[in-house]
């Protein structure tokens, strides 16, 4: 079983569109975690941590389950700018520091 | 645009030949990571570097070699890779490691292939 799991969809929405994704993480001493969005070809970079209480940011919003070991990013009104793969990211702080474990990420195709 | 820089944007590579990747930040930052990152796969930890010491090995073969020579430096010395070995490198900071709030900037890559 993968340590952090996503549906690798892809998933294609029209503009405007709402969308969830969905992620499932393995290992219960994971401490935190973040979306990370990558565009083809191009570095993997921050969207948001992911906090318990749930968090937003503009249109996205993410929320955490710890007892279910469950992550979401909800995506509102969509772009075609927001068309990339999303990537749930979990950290487990270790003796050595972090050690950051990415998901299998999920593509994202927003059309017209 | 991206505060970490890497060099070269591309690499080819024969598998006898001994090679390094670059990697530069400016922010500051006190935690480096070399990631391996194969086609329609995520980025895969490798090492980790916490004020210039290596503190995470993450049982990567031994030609890899990662140096960190300054707080704004980090190295990949390859030698004698596999075909295998083909993947983008990626190298990413944070503030610190060993915190929860660990936001990692990550550099546009180098994009290996050894033939």
């Known amino acids: 079983r993968k340590e952090v799991e996503q549906d690798p969809g892809p998933f294609n929405v029209p503009e405007g569109a709402t969308v969830a994704f969905n992620c499932t993480y393995s290992?219960?001493?994971?401490?935190?975690f973040f979306w990370y969005r990558q565009d083809c070809r191009k570095e993997p970079k921050l969207l948001m941590s992911?906090?318990?209480s749930g968090n937003e940011d503009g249109r996205f919003t993410a929320q955490l389950n710890r007892a279910s070991q469950y992550i979401s990013l909800l995506i509102r009104d969509s772009k075609l700018s927001d068309s990339a793969t999303y990537l749930c990211v979990v950290n487990e702080l270790t003796g050595g520091g972090n050690k950051l474990t990415f998901g299998t990420g999920t593509q994202l195709k927003v059309e017209l | 645009d991206t505060e970490v820089t890497q060099t070269p944007k591309h690499l080819v590579m024969g598998m006898t030949n001994k090679k390094s990747l670059k990697c530069e930040q400016h922010?500051?930052?006190?935690?480096m990571y070399w990631y391996k990152q194969k086609a329609k796969k995520p980025p895969e930890l490798m090492f980790v570097y916490s004020y210039e010491k290596l503190s995470i090995n993450e049982s990567v073969p031994s030609r890899f070699s990662p140096e960190c020579p300054n707080s704004s430096l980090l190295n990949l010395h390859l030698h004698a890779l596999q075909p295998e070995d083909s993947a983008l490198y990626l190298c990413a900071s944070s503030q610190e490691s060993g915190t929860l709030s660990v936001w990692q900037y990550f550099g546009p890559g180098t994009r290996l292939t050894v033939t």
């Open positions: 922010m500051g930052h006190r935690a």
């Open positions: 992911v906090y318990s």
């Open positions: 290992n219960s001493a994971s401490q935190s």
